[in-house]
Structure formats: structure tokens, C-alpha cells
């Protein structure tokens, strides 16, 4: 009884007193900021730039002694409460330039990095292809090559795993801010890896310094990592939110409400001419996995997106298995029902705008049975997995 009560005890004591994820910023500080001792050192990061304590970079910097000369902020801003443009400004904790990559440039000029040795990313991603933060680290990449600049990225989690793939790669007309280079809608990645691809794959040439993770695991989702959610915009409120957002983001480029204006945004998704009920029950006879639809009406408030003040009705879309949820899929299977139920109301054609490939957006629209939707990108995903192994920096 007593080996048994022992045993016990000492998996409890491993549960509870598990070391949980060490960021790159944590391993930074524990090998003492080697790479940026003696320089002059710049930093492009927002409210989710943490340590595992929670204190922010710009206060683990300046504490440890580090020569912090400039900041740099991504789409919403330093403390990531902006939802549209954002004007360069003066940070006023540390007195600190504070530049705008999400304002009149989105690639720091020459005259930005006068001045500066190092440039230091810390931003959480959540793994999607059109969520701007990766782009804005691709231009910064490029902008320190062609500056002889230095790069160093702590990395972070991608919080939706390191496993899960899906969607078409982005066509090269289709290129841009929310497409940086062609890769999948969900990218199973890291930004320490995208960025050691980005480098080698498309000759940047930066001279680039990833600090890795310590502990993390591709199979890990936000909630098993041991680090707390910061939101990394304003409507990304939830590790949830950030699972569901490549399937519902996926649409917001036509006319739908994907519930911005309201608690749950990429939780939600209608608009004024739908009917509830009709829509809910159209989405559940595809028994889509991992995945529920229930009807529900909102308006949304307070909001510079669509329907502001507008009645919609729609559905509530709730997780009901992680594992087997296929984002991409479950995203052109609601745009398939919306083009079989409102084809004269729903703007179909706005799809491609964020599947950004042409094939892709046509034949899904045209498909008998959109839960095989998967199989249009089956030989994108296929290159995908040789090209994106190479580049892998977590094997477990």
C-alpha cells in the first residue's frame, strides 16, 4: 500500500510540477542574451511578446542591460488594441520610437534600421496563413538582408499544434500581405521555422538567429504548453477562436458576418439574409468531423465590419473534436451551402480572395460533396510536407 501511495504521489507531483513550454524568450534569458550583448538592438513585437512570467520583452530587455534603441509594431499596434491602420508614435514607458509596419510602410526602410545591429522578432503566430504577423516577419527579414542587419526570432507555439495541415498552396499571382510566399492555408509550423524556410527557400539571406523552444512538442495544442493566452488581436480572444479562425476567416472576405462586433467572433457566422435554421440544418446533414452547428441571431455593435447594427442570423459553430477537425474543409463547406442556399445573395467570388488559389476556389463551389473538398489539395499538401521537413527545427 505504501509503494502504491508513493507511486501516486510522485505522478501527481510530475503532473502538477510539470516544467511547462520554455519560449524562445525564456531560453534567450538563460543563455543571457549572447546575441545581444554589445549591440545596439531594435525589437518587432506586440502584447503577447512575454516571458513565461509574463513580463513583457521590453522590460526584459532593459532590465538585463540590453541597448534597446527602437521599437517596431505589426497590424494593430503595440499593445494590439488598433483594428485598422496604425501611426508610428512614441512608446511612453521607455520614451522609445515606436515604428508602424501596419501604416504607410509594411517593410522597414533603410533609415528605419539606421542605427541598429539587431533585430529581435517575438510575436505569437496562430498558424494560419492570412494572419499578417508571418508577412510582417518576412519583410523584416528582407529589410535586415539588404541592411546587414541581423535577425534573431524567439520563437513561440503554434497554437492550433504543429501537425495539422490543410488547404491549397497560395497562388503566385496571389501573392501579398495575407500570402506571403506559397504555402498552405494552415501551415503546421512555427515562426522560427517559416522563418528558417523564408531564408533558405527564398534566398533571403538574412542572417538569421532563431532561438528555439524548450519542451514543446508538434502534437501540443495552446492549452498544453503551460503558457497563458494573451490575445494577439483584438477578435482573437481564444486558443478556440484561433482553431476555428482558418475555417470561418476563410470567408470573411465575402459577405458574411463572421462575428466581429460581438464576444465570440469566429465563433458565429451569418448574415441579414439567411435563415437560421435553414443554414444550421443544411450544415449538419454533412456531419462535417470534428465540428456542430447550431442556429443562432446576433447584431453586431461597435464594429467597423460588415452588418454593424444589422440584424444577422447564422450559426454558432463549436468544436466538438479537436483531432479531427479539418479547418480548411469545414471553411469551403460552409461557402458550398451558402452557394447552394443564396446564390443570388452570397458573393461567392469573394472567395478566392483568402483561399487564394484560382483552381482551389472554383472547383470547391462545384463540388457534389464539399466534405471531400480535402482532396482538391491533396497533391498541394503532398509538396508541402517534403518542402516544409526540411525546415523543421521540433521532431517529436
Given at each position: 500500500m505504501r509503494f502504491v501511495f508513493t507511486m501516486l504521489s510522485l505522478i501527481w507531483a510530475n503532473v502538477v510540477f510539470a516544467a511547462p513550454v520554455q519560449l524562445g524568450i525564456d531560453v534567450l534569458a538563460a543563455r543571457k542574451f549572447d546575441v545581444l550583448r554589445d549591440k545596439r538592438?531594435?525589437?518587432?513585437?506586440n502584447q503577447t511578446g512575454v516571458d513565461s512570467s509574463g513580463t513583457h520583452l521590453v522590460d526584459v530587455l532593459r532590465s538585463n542591460e540590453v541597448k534597446l534603441?527602437?521599437?517596431f509594431s505589426p497590424e494593430h499596434g503595440l499593445y494590439g488594441v488598433k483594428d485598422e491602420k496604425v501611426a508610428d508614435s512614441v512608446d511612453t514607458k521607455t520614451g522609445l520610437p515606436v515604428i508602424s509596419l501596419y501604416g504607410k510602410t509594411r517593410k522597414p526602410t533603410r533609415q528605419m534600421l539606421q542605427g541598429v545591429d539587431v533585430l529581435v522578432f517575438d510575436i505569437q503566430d496562430i498558424g494560419t496563413r492570412f494572419y499578417t504577423y508571418i508577412s510582417t516577419m518576412g519583410e523584416c527579414m528582407t529589410a535586415c538582408a539588404e541592411n546587414d542587419v541581423t535577425f534573431v526570432v524567439l520563437d513561440r507555439p503554434n497554437p492550433i499544434?504543429?501537425?495539422?495541415?490543410?488547404?491549397?498552396?497560395?497562388?503566385?499571382?496571389?501573392?501579398?500581405?495575407?500570402?506571403?510566399?506559397?504555402?498552405?492555408?494552415?501551415?503546421?509550423?512555427?515562426?522560427?521555422?517559416?522563418?528558417?524556410?523564408?531564408?533558405?527557400?527564398?534566398?533571403?539571406?538574412a542572417k538569421l538567429i532563431v532561438i528555439p523552444m524548450e519542451g514543446w512538442k508538434r502534437s501540443m495544442y495552446w492549452d498544453d504548453t503551460g503558457a497563458k493566452w494573451i490575445n494577439p488581436s483584438p477578435n482573437m480572444r481564444s486558443p478556440t477562436q484561433a482553431l476555428l479562425y482558418p475555417a470561418l476567416g476563410l470567408l470573411e472576405s465575402s459577405n458574411v458576418s463572421v462575428g466581429r462586433g460581438t464576444e465570440t467572433p469566429f465563433e458565429l457566422l451569418g448574415a441579414p439574409y439567411i435563415d437560421a435554421d435553414r443554414f444550421a440544418e443544411a450544415l449538419t446533414r454533412?456531419?462535417?468531423?470534428?465540428?456542430?452547428?447550431?442556429?443562432?441571431?446576433?447584431?453586431?455593435?461597435?464594429?467597423v465590419h460588415k452588418f454593424n447594427n444589422k440584424p444577422c442570423q447564422g450559426v454558432r459553430?463549436?468544436?466538438t473534436g479537436r483531432d479531427k477537425f479539418q479547418p480548411v474543409t469545414t471553411g469551403c463547406a460552409i461557402a458550398w451551402?451558402?452557394?447552394?442556399?443564396?446564390?443570388?445573395?452570397?458573393?461567392?467570388?469573394?472567395?478566392?480572395?483568402?483561399?487564394?488559389?484560382?483552381?482551389?476556389?472554383?472547383?470547391?463551389?462545384?463540388?457534389?460533396?464539399?466534405?471531400?473538398?480535402?482532396?482538391l489539395w491533396a497533391?498541394?499538401?503532398?509538396?508541402?510536407?517534403?518542402?516544409?521537413?526540411?525546415?523543421?527545427?521540433?521532431?517529436?
Open positions: 538592438v531594435a525589437i518587432i513585437t534603441v527602437k521599437l499544434s504543429g501537425v495539422r495541415i490543410d488547404g491549397p498552396l497560395a497562388d503566385e499571382k496571389h501573392l501579398g500581405f495575407t500570402a506571403w510566399k506559397p504555402i498552405p492555408v494552415v501551415h503546421g509550423m512555427t515562426v522560427g521555422e517559416l522563418a528558417t524556410m523564408f531564408n533558405a527557400e527564398y534566398k533571403i539571406n454533412l456531419n462535417l468531423p470534428g465540428i456542430e452547428f447550431t442556429s443562432e441571431k446576433w447584431t453586431p455593435v461597435n464594429t459553430v463549436k468544436l451551402t451558402l452557394n447552394k442556399l443564396y446564390p443570388d445573395q452570397w458573393s461567392g467570388k469573394e472567395l478566392v480572395k483568402m483561399l487564394q488559389n484560382d483552381k482551389a476556389a472554383v472547383e470547391v463551389l462545384a463540388l457534389d460533396d464539399p466534405t471531400k473538398a480535402r482532396s497533391d498541394d499538401l503532398r509538396k508541402w510536407i517534403v518542402l516544409r521537413d526540411k525546415y523543421l527545427i521540433y521532431r517529436d
